[in-house]
């Protein structure tokens, strides 16, 4: 591990420098890598300071580089940064050259701090940050130079690579450039908002809709009043562009490999999506009737009407993604032949199987006993379902939201439900808890089943027994223990279990090399998504076990990144992108101990919902989205959190 | 709901979701601003209009931050004004103030005014590296990006307002630009989208962007602004002229006037032809053949006994055989005089003044069923309402500020578009739902809806129940009109259908915008079809909702107002009635025909006929470019008198031609598509020789013996108002705090904006 030399990150100065006295600190501390690639890494210049771990690295240049890259990236529309931090990047260049003043240092500390103090944004915000840190913690070096010292090195000893971040966008997954999209709301360009989302995935009015949006839970407007509504901001935009009008998108040219794709949810979609736009010549195998995934025969069409997925997955197949529908892996052909007919392979399976609960009697095959997953996908193909009149779903989260609140759609006349844990503890987002409790859901909460009991090979009813809290386990929670004697029969006709998903991956031949876990989930890079077979790439739920839709998107991006550069040149290495994403990774993007200076208390703008009545009758969309004035005033709210980081090795 | 903030430590109340500075400026207190622009959307960009703000540790820019319960803030410490002096001066830096000196927009530079305000330094030590763009070629435009500060307005008005996109930022710290085309991408202006509508120079703060006509014309304080209403359509935008020694620099929307506020390049650009060049100067008198346009000069006095000579003759013969054709771009006092002088000087009823034949109709039906001849509500509605249907009209191109209108309702507000046409139109990209109908097929398809909403259950049955009669016949009458039938008359598809149909009555509000085509077949059954599909959806008589009628020439409604047509006597009264014969005639002392007149067609036909003789016709009113068969008609006239600004196709065949003054040389009223009179000045005095419609027009009278004593055109309006109740209460006093909506009966009435239904039962028409 390296030493830190000295590091102002996150407004706390720890100097090492000289004396040996003082504690060292290693960059591990920080959560910094000692090298980037096969680079030693001398220096990190941030919004949030600078860390040195190079004594020689020359602070005067690395400052001069970090302000021409924050330069480039200035966006131009207020003056402090535009022209602030090129007057400063000037005056850097010449006292760095040996040419400076005393003048110009007093000049560019001034303009330093009237950037930092009236920029519009974070970018010219915090990119004195650093500077002013340099200026005081290394004044003799900026002396020295102003002095006529030319300076012990000189650029081309040094490589600057630089990245643009923000905490939401950080946050995401895959990275959507959610400033700029929300920005071009600000400025009424809801195509141009669509077209950046679309850069990461054409999902952006799925996303827009069922994302559990983690960017929001890494937003700065939290330590104000309340994240932007991110989600609803992108709804709005598919939403607006959609309606009504015909959205079209031109073939691009096909120059690339044959390329093949097990799944069609949406981690394999959007490696498609994506391995198109370079050029490749794409062949979805679908085990199902319908593309979308779980978003097809998971999701309920009241949270995501099917017409929204099949526009999207409609313009993906006109760009020249050629989908096969009813095409299982491992039945109708094997992973082997694939292997063999394509260059490349990305397997995104997902898992569409129930966990099993561990009950007296679930593997009996009552009637009555359906698995959540299986309901659900019967529900959305149309198939003929045996639900009964009392039933009883098993679970806490949101598949199990998912298959109460159908339940109540279809007319069931008493839904309950049973989760282990309290009601604080569901893992289901709590505004789907609420509006499954607002539709009638009956709650039964400390509640495990422990038998099913049947009549006939038919559900009869549950036994179930009470628990209560106890010792927190190794997630924190507290362990949810039986009570002894409280077992009581809940009359039921129809039990579904969701508790949780698992996969089915017997194609995944031996032969084909890839590997699959204990855990029975396939192996793979977290970054480039190679499985231990060169050329199969393989993300999404049947990597990381049940996930989240935009995690599935993420994996679907990256694995076309890197399917491509092995395509390209039949090596698979992290580039700098993603290099410097690890950096950050360490450092974090988003510090929820930070208060921004703004304005607060502008409330977050609320989807409105269907009435409950209107909502128990059938399968329409429970969310409207967010009015146009308050998609423009939820998109006022963003402070455009950009931040650049410099990386000097 | 009103919140309390404190500023410089006064007490304020303001607007829930008004800006600081809004809170400021109402209170007195002045915040200097650089990007900010009233009637656009907040950009922040500048960081001009910094304050500060109790708690908050960084200053706040106060043209974007709404205002909080509680705020207290400091809009002028010495640490404010520091910054705002330091980032000027950073701009400074960036902007060639050398170039001031020869610079189109100095004296009226927002730039300048704050450099100058502020005390800044100018700096010699000029910043800005790169080749800048040079302008690009177009015909109205000069693009300085030298000179651009980057504010952001043009790109904002572009997509706010034009929404054509035109502009972009190109980023880049310094190297920024504010682009047309894409930032990969530049174009010109017209390769980016530009339709030249202009308002990106209203809006630019300094020299970068401004019109290549008005180029070393006059300094910006120079120029005198008068007020005026555009003439080029009948939205009927305020504008103002920029005059500098009797000679027109330059047009600039109005921003005060309480309309849209913003332009089109018809009424920012198109005024060459008030400049002259081609323009008649003094009367002509025919010298050779007729249609070969040979003139000779004459003065007026000559001109004008030759005109009543003329007249005189066929009249004495037989006033039936004299016409009198005027232009839709007349003001209201021209319209009326020269429909009293056809009827009480020259005898004849043989007329149609400014009046839009299919218009008139239409109007006239709207007088039977809803007891209004135009519009029943304002453009103001369609910021009001959720579903706009637009039918046989391509306003973006011919109405365009109303145009935009819609197009940002349809931004901001989410209110939807149908659009039913029978060509491809430019609003058909902005419409979310396109009909298609075959051409005069109009009726069917507004039954056809009618039938569906009522076979649906979407009828406003209250509504119906409260405001109308006659349901039950007209419900039988549409029952034969079912989705498959009306798709094989009209060829709009049923689920088509369908949607319009529910979005007009599931709407809380809607509004139906009807244009020319409209109106071409059948004016009147389509008019009355679609009263009824607007009284089923119960869509009539409040803001939000109604009809609009969107009129092809500036002064159409007006015209018809002033009893611009054979049948109509000034104010809807009726040429047949005894009655209003007689009241009118005492109100004049005139005697009047009572023979029923031809209207502007039935003219042509008798003039080809040799019936009619003698033509007076004022303006462009035959459109014989437009329509060259017209110029027989005009070639078998044996006197024809041509009032006009230039010698058109038409003028051709005159006998005399008497030069006519165009609208910036006129003063008075006009009357827009949304029953609004509004007031014209004079921003020019009549061009070499020529005089105003409405000098003329008396001068004529006095020679053909018959004198009018009005000195001014105000007294016209007087007069108007004395003789149209619905004008009693206008006048040009009145006027001056802005347009009135009639029927403005008296005096101290507010005018009508809204055709109001209380107590009233409207009969469904059976069409
Ligand atoms: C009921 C439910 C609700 C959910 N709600 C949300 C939500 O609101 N928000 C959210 O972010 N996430 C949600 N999730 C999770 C999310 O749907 C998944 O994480 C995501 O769909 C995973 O994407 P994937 O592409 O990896 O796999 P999947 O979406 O599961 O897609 C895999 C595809 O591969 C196909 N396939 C499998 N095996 C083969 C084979 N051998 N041959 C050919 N094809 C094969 C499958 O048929 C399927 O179409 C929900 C999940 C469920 C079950
Ligand atoms: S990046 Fe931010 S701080 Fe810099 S010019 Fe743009 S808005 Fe201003
Ligand atoms: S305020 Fe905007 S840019 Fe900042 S974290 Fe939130 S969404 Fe992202
Ligand atoms: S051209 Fe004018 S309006 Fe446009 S950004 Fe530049 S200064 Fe502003
Ligand atoms: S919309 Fe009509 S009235 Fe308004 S500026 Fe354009 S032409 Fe003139
Ligand atoms: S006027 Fe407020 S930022 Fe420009």
Partial sequence: MGKVVFSSWQRFIKDNRGDSSGKQVEASELNLPDSLGQEKLKAVIGWDGLVIMDPEVDVVKATKAYFEKVQEESCGRCIPCRVGTGMIARRLERIDRGEGTEDDLEAVKKWGNLVKDTSLCELGQTAPVPLLDALEHYSEEFASKVEGEKGKSSDQDYNFRSIMTAPCLHGCPAHVNIPHYVGCVKDSCFEDSLATIREKTMLAGVLGRVCVHPCEENCRRNQLDEPVSIRNVKRFVYDFETEGKKEDIVETPKDG????????????????????????????????????????????????????????????????????????????????ELKQNYKAVFIGAGMHESANMGVDGEDKGYRGF?????????????????????????????????????????????????????????????????????EGVRFHMLTNPTRIIE???????????????????????????????????????????????????????????????????????????????????????????????????????????????????????????????????????????EIPEAPAGQKREKSELAEVQERIKGFDQVERGLSNSAALREAERCLRCYRLLLAVT | MMVSLVIDGQQVYAEEGATIYQAAKQMGIYIPTLCYHPRLRPLGYCRICLVEVEGINKPVTSCNTPVQEGMRVTTDTPAIKEQREEILSMLLQTHPSEECLVCEKGGNCDLQEQAYQMGCQVSRSYVLTDEVASADENPHIVRDPEKCILCGRCIRVCSEVAQQFVFTLKEGGMEARAVAGTPEKPQTLEDAGCVFCGNCVEVCPVGALTEIERATLGREWELEPVKGICNHCSVGCSIVFRVKDGKLVKINADAEEDTFGWICSKGK?????????????????????????????????????????????????????????????????????????????????????????????????????????????????????????????????????????????????????????????????????????????????????????????????????????????????????????????????????????SWLAESNNAVVLAGKGFVHQQPRENTLALVNLMLGCGQVGREGAGIIFIQPRSNVQGALDMGGIAPLLPGYRRVEDEGDRQEISEKWNLELPSWEGKELEGIMDAAREGEIKGLYLVGDALETGKYPEREKALASLDFLVVQELFITSGARYADVILPGASFAETEGTFTNLERKVQKDYAALTAYQNSRTDLEIIQDLSRAMGTPMKYTSAREVTQEISRVVPQYGGISWERLEGGGLFWPCPEEGHYGTPELCLNGKKIRFSTV
Avoid at chain 1, 321 to 336: A, C, M
Avoid at chain 1, 382 to 388: A, C, H, K, M, Q
Avoid at chain 1, 461 to 470: F, T
Avoid at chain 2, 463 to 492: H, Q
């Fill in chain 1, 257 to 336: 490999e044959k390329v093949a794709v097990v799944g069609a949810g949406p981690a394999g979609l959007n490696a498609a999506y994506q391995l198109a736009l370079k050029g490749h010549r794409v062949t979805i195998y679908e085990a199902l009737p319908v593309g979308g995934g779980m978003l097809a025969v998971g999701i309920p069409s009241y949270r995501l009407p099917r017409e929204v997925l099949n526009q999207e997955i409609e313009l993906i197949k006109k760009l020249g993604v050629e989908i096969k529908y009813n095409q299982r892996i491992g039945k109708d052909i094997t992973l082997d």
């Fill in chain 1, 455 to 593: 009549e006939n090979g038919k559900v009869k009813a549950v036994e179930c027994v009470r628990m209560e809290l106890g010792e927190p386990d190794s997630s924190g929670r507290r362990r949810p223990v039986p009570v002894e004697g409280s077992e009581f029969e809940l009359d039921v006709d129809t039990v579904i279990p969701a508790i949780g998903q698992v996969g089915e991956f017997e194609f995944v031949s031996e032969t084909s090399g890839v590997k699959v876990s204990d855990r029975g989930r396939i192996e793979a890079d977290p970054v480039t998504m190679e499985t231990s077979a060169p050329g199969v790439f393989a993300g999404g739920d049947a990597v990381l076990g049940p996930s989240t839709v935009i995690e599935a998107v993420a994996a679907g991006y990256q694995a076309a990144k890197y399917m491509d550069q092995y395509l390209r040149g039949g090596k698979v290495t992290p580039d700098e992108e993603d290099l410097m994403e690890q950096i950050i990774d360490g450092l974090g993007a988003y510090d929820p101990q």
């Fill in chain 2, 269 to 501: 650009f198109g005024y060459d032809y008030i400049k002259g060049e081609e323009r008649v100067t003094t009367p002509l008198i025919r010298q050779g053949e007729k249609g070969a346009g040979e003139f000779r000069e004459a003065s007026w006095e000559e001109a004008l006994d030759y005109v009543a000579k003329g007249l005189k003759e066929i009249r004495n013969e037989d006033p039936r055989a004299l016409a009198v054709l005027g232009s839709g771009r007349c003001s209201n006092e021209e319209n009326y005089l020269l429909q009293k002088f056809s009827r009480g000087v020259l005898g004849t009823n043989n007329l149609e003044t400014g009046v839009h034949f299919g218009m008139a109709q239409a109007a006239l039906a709207m007088e039977e069923s809803l007891g209004v001849a135009g519009s029943t509500t304002t453009l103001e509605s369609i910021r009001k309402t959720e579903t706009v249907m637009v039918i046989g009209s391509d306003m973006l191109k011919n109405q365009p500020v109303a145009g935009m209108r819609v197009k940002e309702a349809i931004r901001y507000n989410g209110t939807r578009l149908i659009n039913v046409s029978t060509q491809e139109t430019e609003m058909d990209k902005a419409a979310h739902l396109n009909l298609k109908v075959r051409s005069g097929s109009d009726l069917d398809l507004l039954k056809g809806m009618l039938n569906y909403v009522i076979q649906e259950g979407l009828l406003d049955s209250d509504y119906v129940e409260k405001y109308t009669e006659g349901f039950s016949e007209l419900k039988e009458e549409l029952k034969g009109y079912t989705p498959a039938r009306v798709k094989e008359l009209t060829g709009v598809g049923e689920e088509d259908l369908a949607r319009a149909a």
């Fill in chain 1, 370 to 438: 359906i698995p959540g997953v299986k309901y659900l996908r019967d529900l959305s193909l149309g198939n003929e379902l045996d639900i009964g009149e009392k039933i009883a779903v098993v679970g806490g989260g949101n598949v199990a939201m998912d298959c109460a609140r159908s339940a109540i759609r279809l007319g069931v006349k008493e839904v309950n439900l049973l989760y282990r844990r309290s009601r604080e503890q569901m893992p289901a987002h709590e505004a789907e808890v609420m509006e499954a409790e607002e």
